[in-house]
């Protein structure tokens, strides 16, 4: 065997093994996993009916991927002693300390950092199988304003397989029905993100905007002028369906 050769098949195995690692991680964390349960949490002080609307939003989505997934509201989750006695919140036991952690990631005074929540989320010991986590999707909803990347702000950002974070803090301007439709589409859409749309095998009714999203009448269309074309996807919403075919399609094929 040649040299060439020789690397050639070392540098294969340890793509194999690099491989095999990432796979049994997401398996520990339950990326993989798509029907599992979708647990949903909220900044302490969000209204009631904000609160409803999110669970309404998605549980609509839940039911039109057609899977038995179950919904938890876990409203303003604290996990046993989240404080400890210097005042200071323990990593990964309250919406508080996801919350804070957005706060101490952001570069920005009065937003909060969207990635550094979702990856605190995709990260917690509760979704880990070796840590006695079990897998499940996460929703956390703010009312603190949120940016990722070098955006102004995002209304959310979801991630396939784990979650997503939701702000509701662009549509405070709204008049109350208004509102409570952008918020329930918001969610539906980072949802929708989470279960997987728009995939890459989408070849037809796409852009690339902010993402993969939709270009069809559907809850997947992006939404850059905020709030009024999440105001727009709202009354399409109730017009004519939250998921066009093809969204509706695709949410079936990622669960089958
Ligand atoms: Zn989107
Ligand atoms: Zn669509």
Request: aromatic share 8%; proline share 2%.
């Given at each position: ?36 349960p979708v647990h949903v949490m909220i900044q302490e ?6 609160r409803?609307?999110i669970l309404?939003?998605a ?11 179950d919904l938890a509201d876990l409203g303003v989750w604290r996990q ?14 309250s919406v508080?300390?996801y ?22 989320l995709?990260?917690?010991?509760w ?9 499940h999707y996460d929703i956390l909803a ?21 979650g ?93």
């Amino acid at each position: 065997m040649g040299h060439a050769q020789r690397l050639k098949e070392r540098d294969s195995r340890i793509r194999e093994s690099i491989r095999a690692k990432l796979q049994t991680a997401r398996r520990n964390t339950g990326i993989d996993v798509k029907i599992k349960p979708v647990h949903v949490m909220i900044q302490e002080g969000m209204l009631d009916d904000e609160r409803i609307a999110i669970l309404e939003g998605a549980s609509e989505m839940i039911r039109l991927t057609g899977e038995g997934i179950d919904l938890a509201d876990l409203g303003v989750w604290r996990q046993g002693e989240y404080v400890n006695s210097d005042g200071s919140l323990e990593p990964y036991k309250s919406v508080n300390w996801y919350v804070q952690r957005g706060r101490e990631r952001s570069i920005r005074n009065s937003q909060l950092n969207a990635d550094a929540m979702l990856s605190a989320l995709e990260h917690e010991p509760w979704k880990n199988s070796e840590k006695g986590g079990k897998a499940h999707y996460d929703i956390l909803a703010v009312f603190d304003d949120m940016y990722a990347g070098g955006s102004l702000f995002v209304i959310g950002y979801g991630r396939p397989g784990v979650g997503a974070v939701i702000s509701i803090n662009r549509f405070k301007g709204l008049n109350k029905k208004q509102r409570i439709e952008c918020i329930k589409t918001g969610t539906m859409h980072e949802l929708g993100h989470a279960f997987g749309l728009v995939p890459d095998s989408r070849t037809e009714d796409f852009e690339y905007s902010l993402g993969k999203h939709c270009t069809n009448k559907c809850v997947m269309r992006r939404g850059i002028n905020v709030p009024r074309d999440w105001v727009r996807m709202s009354e399409d919403r109730l017009k004519y369906g939250a998921l066009c075919e093809r969204c509706a399609d695709d949410l079936k094929s990622y669960f089958g």
